[in-house]
């Protein structure tokens, strides 16, 4: 019983402190779960474009994301939408890209922290992506969603993560 009580406890506490010393940052993830709520009844591929590019840039304040989307189950990842990135970066993942292979095997979102994963000619600084998200459909990657740090040059944190790939699930 004590047990149950203090879990309970360190949850309300927990609560508290994210919406009262945190408020911004709290406020910004609530936006975001509305986001990923309202996003599997968006009616056009623009709307989705920018509910995974935009929304996350504004509200988490990132310098840069970009999302590749693939047309067919073999081919190139071709840039559709990106903020942070200029015209002379890269376009295009390659099929056979060591990032789309090993984002097509696991599925799961990845930290690109070792320089080999990047594509060549990537945003620098806090735009540089330091995560990478599959979007899955029926076990074929069909995108990829780039994500840099934030502005400040701090990296994502875990529930940043994880509401960031529940976004590209939906």
Do not use: C
């Not at 004590?2 to 408020?23: C, E, K, P, Q």
């Not at 840069?64 to 559709?80: C, D, H, I, Q, T």
Request: charged share 20%; net charge negative.
């Amino acid at each position: 019983g004590l047990g149950l009580v203090l879990h309970r406890a360190s949850h309300g506490i927990t609560l508290l402190v994210d919406r009262v010393l945190f408020r911004k940052h709290h406020q910004a993830e609530e936006r975001l779960r509305r986001v990923t709520a309202a996003l599997p009844f968006a009616s056009d591929e623009r709307s989705i474009a920018e509910a995974l590019v935009t929304q996350p840039m504004r509200n988490l304040d990132l310098a840069s994301a970009a999302l590749f989307y693939r047309k067919s189950p073999e081919g190139a990842l071709n840039r559709v939408l990106a903020q942070g990135w200029s015209e002379s970066h890269s376009t295009s993942l390659e099929a056979d890209a060591l990032l789309v292979r090993y984002l097509q095997a696991e599925h799961e979102p990845l930290k690109l922290d070792d320089a080999q994963l990047l594509p060549a000619d990537v945003p620098e600084d806090a735009a540089l992506p330091v995560l990478a998200i599959p979007i899955v459909n029926q076990h074929v990657l069909s995108a990829v969603l780039l994500y840099g740090a934030h502005v400040n040059h701090t990296l994502l944190d875990p529930d940043e993560v994880e509401l960031l790939h529940a976004l590209a699930k939906a």
